[in-house]
């Protein structure tokens, strides 16, 4: 399998935005700023980008942005977990959004990704949906309230310590990403001391004039938040827990 992901990481969720060339460059940008931040940097390009992403960023996560559950046959036109594994890709998104999946089908889908090796980043809405993922198999859990998809400047989010809790009840090894309107370096920073282990940005890295500089500034920030956060005393119910 593998090997895991550890916090702090950042997504970055390019979607079908950028040309083949301009993809790159926000590669290598993010390359080198999760080397000299030691950030753990996740990107979703298209699957036709998957293998040049991989090949041009190797130190970076590579994951599919959405993947078919058919066995390998009769699937014409499926793109299949093995065929992502064999391109490059550590990974797939799963239930995002804007390819959600009936329940049955994502619960599958994680067993699919685990059979061909690929870590599940699985969306989820509310607590309620991300710890029944994380007993699903989920790796990791995006909580992305679907009204914050595609905005920025968002940086209250009530909902991290509940959902967090949620997730840690049903398995503490799932790491827990809280992203949706994620607008600049405030709002990573807050993401971060408000609990959680990563977040991402579409929207902001995209309409940046200089994408690859605003990728490294959230990246750095996503260091900071996490130091900042690792300062601070440890609250007693986390040291009930052991932690």
Known sequence: MTTAIRAPFFEIGPKTFLERADLLELVDASTAASNRYDVAVIITPPALDIEVVKDAGPDLWVFAQAMDTAPPGR?????LPEALKAVGADGVMLNHAERSLEESVLQHAIDRAHEAELL????AED????ARY???GADMILLEPHELIGITGNDHRPWIPDVNEAVDRVNPNVLVMHSGGIADEQD???VFAQGAAGTGSTTAIIQAADRGDMATRMIAAARQGWSDRASQPVPSSSLEKGN
């Open 120 to 123: 599940a980043l699985v969306c």
């Open 188 to 190: 990573v920073r807050s």
């Open 134 to 136: 994380a007993a699903w």
């Open 75 to 79: 699937s014409t036109g499926a793109i």
């Open 127 to 130: 607590a309620e949906h991300a």
